[in-house]
């Protein structure tokens, strides 16, 4: 069966860094989202990988190991803003999105 | 700016009403999704289209259908709204689907079931 793993909740001080990850499995692979999504609010997009390796894009970077099924999303210098949730996803074979449940990351001052 | 947009934030319904959920987006894309959202699951797809007049049943379409007259407009329809259809329901439109583009959401619709 198709699966997306990720924690379900996680605790970060303002300032810090912290990484949150992902183990998936799905039938074939077309690359893995991170999104992101404030409580209320729709999900909005973090970043994509469908190649091994670190994409940054400032204070957020992406990575994937295809080998290995995972991938992380780390978050630099922490703000109180980026209290939300952080959603994994899979495209598999027929380019159908696999949602994770989400991770909700609170962020403490 | 890519623009999806759900006709209600917020909707309480009675149990066995029929309910509509629109949903329209404004950049042209092919693909749009139903989708909903409940604590601790991931995002489940209800339904998808492709293109006008052709629909897709995603994993959980039983007790919805959908209908896409025009590219732009995605609607879901509760044919007899139940109880346990009370979830936030997301809609998304993204481009082709052979191309790894990402999905952009509406705010979503918080439907309560009474």
């Known amino acids: 069966g198709q699966n997306i793993d990720q924690p379900t909740e996680m605790t970060a001080t303002e300032g810090a860094i912290v990484q949150i990850n992902c183990t998936y499995q799905?039938?074939?692979?077309?690359?893995l989202f991170w999104y992101q999504q404030h409580a209320g609010e729709a999900p909005t997009f973090l970043s994509y990988?469908?190649l091994d390796g670190l994409e940054e894009k400032g204070r957020f970077s992406s990575f994937l190991s295809r080998s290995k099924g995972y991938s992380y999303l780390l978050l630099k210098e922490l703000q109180m803003k980026d209290s939300a949730s952080y959603l994994c996803?899979?495209?598999?074979?027929?380019?159908?999105?696999?949602w994770g449940a989400g991770t909700k990351l609170i962020i403490k001052p | 700016d890519v623009k999806v947009t759900q006709s209600s934030r917020y909707l309480v319904k009675r149990t066995g009403e029929k309910v509509f959920l629109e949903c329209v987006q404004d950049?042209?894309?092919?693909?749009m999704f139903w989708y909903r959202q409940d604590p601790g699951l991931g995002l489940r797809l209800i339904y998808f289209?492709?293109?006008?007049?052709?629909?897709e049943k995603g994993d959980i379409p039983e007790g919805y259908s959908v209908s896409r007259e025009k590219k732009e407009r995605f609607s879901l329809i509760l044919e007899s709204a139940s109880t346990n259809q009370t979830s936030m329901y997301l809609c998304?439109?993204?481009?082709?689907?052979?191309?790894?583009?990402?999905?952009?959401f509406g705010q979503g619709t918080r439907l309560t079931v009474v």
């Open positions: 998304a439109s993204s481009l082709m689907p052979d191309r790894a583009t990402e999905a952009f």
């Open positions: 950049m042209d894309h092919e693909n």
């Open positions: 289209s492709y293109d006008v007049k052709m629909k």
């Open positions: 799905t039938s074939g692979f077309n690359g």
């Open positions: 990988n469908v």
């Open positions: 996803a899979g495209k598999d074979s027929n380019y159908q999105l696999i």
